[in-house]
């Protein structure tokens, strides 16, 4: 028996996609949270939670896309095809978003103002765009012949700019347990008033998605609710309906990191819950991994690559993290 190079591919991608979210999403949503927080001082200090990282954050989206492109073709070019506008508008997004970290701290005072917005904007952009490109993946895609057999604008649906919306409270979340591990002194304070309101916004979210999805989708709501199914995913849902109930009572009791780990926990298990209502299919509703795969000897190829960059690329991140931990002050920096 072989070894399945397109299960392997499938699970790295799945890894760098988790990695890109979790990564990328708190910063995305410290800019999210720019317009809670006024003071100049607090909004330095913010940014400078994660000015060290924030581009190495993105090695993860070059990853997957570049993995998707080799490992999966068919793919690649039905997805991108589908999602051209979403996906562009997202990037302009982490452009802008880019651009405001390198020039915000050179601008001069009065002109700081405008970097804040295109911080601000680029954030809310990039992850709207991002939940709405995953809102009409999940919808499915239509091809016929190998090909995109849509419409340029086929991905705006009430479900994927309700999935646009979701993903910003997610981040937002992200975002202010993140500053609630790296701060402290009243911005910390703020984070903590922010972060209850944010909890029950995206547990609505969750719910409704939690819904909608096998509504209008017979397949999904079969793979979910069909025995003995529905008695091996039960622990999902009740998994986040516990991280939640800890995660209130975590930032109730004023802890640091446990707020951000919780929230991490709860991203993981929407993750799965999105993994299992889609598994195998790469192009949703019915074109799985194997379906999509480029020849074994690219996959594998291109694995050896990979399987040689990647230690390199975990070592990095977890230094440049381990460096720059604890907490960020206004006077001091790292410390």
């Given at each position: 028996?072989?070894?399945?190079?397109?299960?392997?591919?499938?699970?790295?991608?799945?890894?760098?996609?988790?990695?890109?979210?979790?990564?990328?999403?708190?910063?995305?949503?410290?800019?999210?949270?720019?317009?809670?927080?006024?003071?100049?001082?607090?909004?330095?200090?913010?940014?400078?939670?994660?000015?060290?990282?924030?581009?190495?954050?993105?090695?993860?989206?070059?990853?997957?896309?570049?993995?998707?492109?080799?490992?999966?073709?068919?793919?690649?070019?039905?997805?991108?095809?589908?999602?051209?506008?979403?996906?562009?508008?997202?990037?302009?997004?982490?452009?802008?978003?880019?651009?405001?970290?390198?020039?915000?701290?050179?601008?001069?005072?009065?002109?700081?103002?405008?970097?804040?917005?295109?911080?601000?904007?680029?954030?809310?952009?990039?992850?709207?765009?991002?939940?709405?490109?995953?809102?009409?993946?999940?919808?499915?895609?239509?091809?016929?012949?190998?090909?995109?057999?849509?419409?340029?604008?086929?991905?705006?649906?009430?479900?994927?700019?309700?999935?646009?919306?979701?993903?910003?409270?997610?981040?937002?979340?992200?975002?202010?347990?993140?500053?609630?591990?790296?701060?402290?002194?009243?911005?910390?304070?703020?984070?903590?008033?922010?972060?209850?309101?944010?909890?029950?916004?995206?547990?609505?979210?969750?719910?409704?998605?939690?819904?909608?999805?096998?509504?209008?989708?017979?397949?999904?709501?079969?793979?979910?609710?069909?025995?003995?199914?529905?008695?091996?995913?039960?622990?999902?849902?009740?998994?986040v309906l516990a991280t939640v109930a800890g995660l209130w009572w975590a930032v109730g009791?004023?802890?640091?990191?446990?707020?951000?780990?919780?929230?991490?926990?709860?991203?993981?298990?929407?993750?799965?819950?999105?993994?299992?209502?889609?598994?195998?299919?790469?192009?949703?509703?019915?074109?799985?991994?194997?379906?999509?795969?480029?020849?074994?000897?690219?996959?594998?190829?291109?694995?050896?690559?990979?399987?040689?960059?990647?230690?390199?690329?975990?070592?990095?991140?977890?230094?440049?993290?381990?460096?720059?931990?604890?907490?960020?002050?206004a006077e001091d920096g790292y410390h």
């Amino acid at each position: 028996m072989g070894i399945d190079t397109s299960l392997i591919w499938a699970i790295i991608i799945i890894f760098g996609v988790m990695m890109y979210v979790v990564m990328d999403g708190f910063d995305l949503g410290i800019g999210i949270l720019f317009p809670f927080v006024k003071a100049e001082q607090d909004r330095d200090v913010m940014m400078n939670t994660v000015a060290p990282v924030w581009d190495g954050n993105e090695t993860w989206l070059v990853l997957g896309g570049a993995a998707l492109f080799g490992a999966f073709p068919l793919a690649y070019s039905v997805v991108l095809s589908a999602l051209y506008l979403p996906l562009i508008f997202m990037l302009m997004g982490l452009i802008f978003r880019g651009v405001a970290f390198e020039f915000r701290f050179k601008a001069r005072e009065n002109k700081r103002h405008i970097w804040d917005k295109a911080f601000i904007g680029g954030s809310l952009a990039a992850t709207f765009f991002q939940g709405v490109a995953l809102g009409a993946f999940i919808d499915g895609i239509p091809v016929v012949e190998r090909h995109y057999a849509g419409g340029a604008l086929a991905w705006l649906t009430p479900f994927s700019l309700f999935c646009g919306l979701g993903l910003i409270a997610a981040y937002a979340l992200l975002g202010s347990t993140w500053l609630i591990m790296k701060t402290e002194g009243p911005l910390q304070a703020r984070m903590y008033q922010v972060t209850k309101p944010l909890i029950l916004v995206l547990l609505a979210v969750v719910g409704v998605v939690s819904l909608w999805t096998p509504l209008a989708h017979g397949d999904i709501a079969q793979r979910w609710f069909s025995t003995p199914n529905l008695f091996w995913f039960l622990p999902v849902p009740l998994l986040v309906l516990a991280t939640v109930a800890g995660l209130w009572w975590a930032v109730g009791r004023g802890a640091n990191y446990i707020p951000f780990l919780l929230t991490l926990l709860l991203i993981f298990l929407g993750y799965s819950g999105l993994g299992i209502s889609l598994w195998p299919n790469i192009i949703p509703p019915a074109i799985s991994i194997w379906d999509a795969a480029s020849p074994p000897q690219s996959q594998s190829f291109m694995l050896v690559g990979t399987l040689f960059i990647l230690p390199f690329i975990l070592g990095y991140t977890f230094w440049s993290y381990y460096v720059f931990r604890g907490k960020v002050t206004a006077e001091d920096g790292y410390h």
